[in-house]
C-alpha cells in the first residue's frame, strides 16, 4: 500500500540527531512509492543531499528559533494534515516520546511506542515493540486514521540513496511553551542513548577509580560511550545520565561490554537488544552471561588491563 509519511525529526544545536536520519529511513522503507516529509521543529542547517539520501523527498524547516513541545506538536499535526500522511515517526528519544503522545492525541489516533521493526501489509503498517524487559515482543497496527509510531535507534537504517531533499521553510504554529535551553552533560563522550558502543560497569568494578579502566577501553573504540548498572549509579560512581536499564536509558548498540555487571532483569531491559554482548564477570552462573554473545569469566582488574592492551 504507498503510504505518504511525515517524519518528525530531531536537532539540538541547529543540527540533526543521527537517530533522525534512521527515522527518515524507516519511512522511506515503508512509503512503497508514497512521499517521505521530514520536519525539523526548529531552524537548523540541514543538508538537503544528506536528507535525500536517508529517503527524505521534502524537508520543511519551521520558522522559529527554538523548539516547543506544543507548538512543534501543532505544526506536526498541521502538516500531517496537508500533506495526506497516513502515517507520522519520530525517533524514541525523549523528545520523540513527549511529542508522539501529543500528535496521536491531535490526530484522534493511537500510537506505537518504542518499535524496533515494522512491515508494510495490505492493511497498513504493522509495528513491533519489546515489552516486559524485551521477554515478549508486541505486534502493533493502529487502527486511527493515521498511524503514529516511535522508532528505537540503531534499528533501522538510512535508505542510502543518490537523491537530494528538497528543503523549504515551513510556518511554525503558535506555542505556550519554549525551551530555553538544554543543559547537556558536560565531557566529549556520545550519550550512552545514542552510541553505537558502550563500554558499561556495575557494582563488581569496585570503586569509582576504576573506571579509568573503561575509559581506556572506551578509547580504543572510536565514539564509545559509558554505560552504567543502578547500583553504581544508586552508589553514586556514575551519573544517572549513563545508567542503562528499566529505570534508565535503553540502548541497542553494535557491541556492549558489561564489565562487572550481574544481569538483573531491570538491566536487561535496557540493553539486551544490544547486537553484540560481551560480558566481563568472575561469576561463572552470573545471568547476564545468558544473553552475551561473549563472555569472559574472570576478574575485571585483569581482563580490562589486558584487552585495553590487546585493542
Ligand atoms: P550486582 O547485581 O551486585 O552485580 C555485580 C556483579 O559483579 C556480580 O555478578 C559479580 O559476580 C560481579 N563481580 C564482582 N566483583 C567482580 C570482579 N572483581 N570482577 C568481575 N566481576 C565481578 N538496574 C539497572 O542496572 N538499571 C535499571 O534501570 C534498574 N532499574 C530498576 C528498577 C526497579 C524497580 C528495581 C527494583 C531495580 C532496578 N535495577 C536496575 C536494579 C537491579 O535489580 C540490580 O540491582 C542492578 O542492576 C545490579 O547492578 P549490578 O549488576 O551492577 O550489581
Not at 178 to 186: D, E, G, N, R
Not at 199 to 214: P, Q, T
Request: proline share 3%.
Amino acid at each position: 500500500m504507498m503510504t505518504n509519511i511525515l517524519v518528525v525529526l530531531e536537532t539540538r544545536d541547529g543540527a540533526l540527531r543521527p537517530a533522525s536520519l534512521e527515522a527518515v529511513g524507516a519511512a522511506h522503507a515503508a512509503a512503497n512509492g508514497g512521499t517521505v516529509t521530514a520536519l525539523a521543529t526548529e531552524q537548523a542547517e540541514l543538508d538537503a543531499a544528506v536528507l535525500g539520501s536517508a529517503g527524505a523527498d521534502c524537508v520543511l524547516i519551521s520558522d522559529v528559533a527554538t523548539h516547543s513541545p506544543d507548538g512543534a506538536a501543532a505544526t506536526a499535526v498541521r502538516v500531517a494534515k496537508e500533506r495526506d500522511a497516513n502515517a507520522v515517526f519520530l525517533s524514541a528519544t525523549v523528545r520523540g516520546r513527549d511529542l508522539t503522545g501529543r500528535i496521536a492525541a491531535a490526530l484522534g489516533t493511537g500510537f506505537a511506542a518504542d518499535c524496533t521493526a515494522m512491515e508494510a501489509t495490505e492493511s497498513g503498517l504493522s509495528f513491533t515493540r519489546p515489552v516486559f524487559g524485551s521477554k515478549a515482543l508486541l505486534h502493533v497496527r493502529v487502527n486511527g486514521p493515521v498511524a503514529v509510531a516511535s522508532l528505537r535507534g540503531n534499528h533501522f537504517a538510512p535508505a542510502g540513496r543518490d537523491t537530494n531533499a528538497e528543503l523549504e521553510s515551513c510556518a511554525a504554529e503558535s506555542s505556550q511553551a519554549q525551551v530555553l535551553s538544554v543543559a547537556a552533560k558536560s565531557g566529549e563522550r556520545p550519550d550512552v542513548s545514542e552510541a553505537n558502543r558502550i563500554v558499561a560497569g556495575g557494582r563488581g568494578m569496585g570503586d569509582a577509580a576504576n573506571w579509568s579502566m573503561l575509559e581506556a577501553i572506551a578509547d580504543k573504540l572510536d565514539g564509545a560511550a559509558l554505560g552504567a548498572s543502578r547500583a553504581v549509579v544508586d552508589s553514586g560512581w556514575r551519573p544517572h545520565g549513563e545508567q542503562v536499564g528499566q529505570t534508565g536509558k535503553t540502548v541497542s548498540p553494535e557491541l556492549y561490554i558489561a564489565c562487572g555487571i550481574s544481569g538483573a532483569i531491570q538491566h536487561l531491559a535496557g540493553m539486551s537488544s544490544s547486537k553484540c554482548i560481551v560480558a566481563i564477570n568472575k561469576d561463572a552462573e552470573a545471568p547476564i552471561f545468558q544473553h552475551a554473545t561473549y563472555g569472559i569469566v574472570g576478574k575485571v582488574e585483569e581482563v580490562l588491563p589486558a584487552l585495553a592492551d590487546a585493542l
